[in-house]
């Protein structure tokens, strides 16, 4: 089994809707993101997955999240941008882009401090 992983970040201000603690004012995080992805053997040239396709993947969802409010954007208008939303959101938008290719999504991880992170995986 092969674990291919590529890191992105973005910069974002949230705030934690009936948190009754500091988190609950607007507040901001350089969120770092790690995809990992396996698969189970590699192609014609020696590659798992291409990390340049996995990191535009990625790309292409977090982009959106930089220097944003996330509570001004869905879904986290509607449901708490909390570390453990914006992973299982980023890993729901990741996975189908994924289907093309003998590859599956393993996690994705969402750190919001260099010692505070949350790991997803709908297992």
């Known amino acids: 089994m092969y ?4 890191q992105q970040h973005f910069d974002a201000a949230h705030y934690l809707r009936d948190y009754q603690g500091k988190c609950e004012a607007l507040h901001g995080h350089r969120f770092q993101v790690v ?3 396996a698969a189970s053997q590699v192609n014609d040239i020696g ?11 990625l790309g292409g969802i977090v982009d959106r999240f930089d220097h944003a409010c ?5 879904p986290f208008d509607k449901i708490n941008p909390s ?13 189908p882009r994924l289907t093309e290719d003998p590859v599956s999504l393993s996690f994705v991880e969402v750190w919001e401090s260099p ?3 949350v790991t997803y995986s709908p297992d």
């Open 3 to 6: 674990l291919v992983s590529v």
């Open 35 to 37: 995809a990992k992805i």
């Open 47 to 57: 590659l798992a997955y291409d990390f340049t396709l996995l990191k535009r993947h």
């Open 70 to 74: 996330l509570n001004d954007m869905a």
């Open 83 to 95: 570390s453990e939303n914006i992973a299982s959101t980023i890993y729901h938008e990741l996975d």
């Open 115 to 117: 010692d505070s992170w």
